[in-house]
Nanobody, 122 residues
Framework: QVQLVESGGGLVQAGGSLRLSCAAS????????LGWYRQASGKQRELVAV???????SYADSVKGRFTISRDNAKNTVYLQMNSLKPEDTAVYYC????????????????WGKGTLVTVSS
């Protein structure tokens, strides 16, 4: 069973930055894709960013140009750099992973962390 542990959440003022980290319990070469989701209070979970084993990335329109997903294979860690944060980015952020590779297509991933809370104050 893949275990994912997020860190890096917290309270930040609007316009600020945070970097979330997600450490995987196994070699992330076997995890494809990796992603970050978020869920705000009272709202549905949404896919924020995805990165494949080849390094291809995709983003939700709401975060394009502000968030960057990356992976460090040597550290078995995936990151989400969040810049120019807005109050509407406030949510619990979840790291997720799958092993379906190119067969995965925007369905909920199979493996999940417990989440880390990001609060952006205005």
């Amino acid at each position: 069973q893949v275990q994912l542990v997020e860190s890096g959440g917290g309270l930040v003022q609007a316009g600020g930055s945070l970097r979330l980290s997600c450490a995987a319990s196994e070699n992330i070469f076997s995890l494809n894709p990796l992603g970050w989701y978020r869920q705000a209070s009272g709202k549905q979970r949404e896919l924020v960013a995805v990165i494949t084993s080849s390094g291809s990335t995709s983003y939700a329109d709401s975060v394009k140009g502000r968030f960057t997903i990356s992976r460090d294979n040597a550290k078995n860690t995936v990151y989400l750099q969040m810049n120019s944060l807005k109050p509407e980015d406030t949510a619990v952020y979840y790291c997720a992973a799958d092993k379906r590779g190119s067969s995965w297509s925007k369905v909920p991933m199979d493996y999940w962390g417990k989440g880390t809370l990001v609060t952006v104050s205005s």
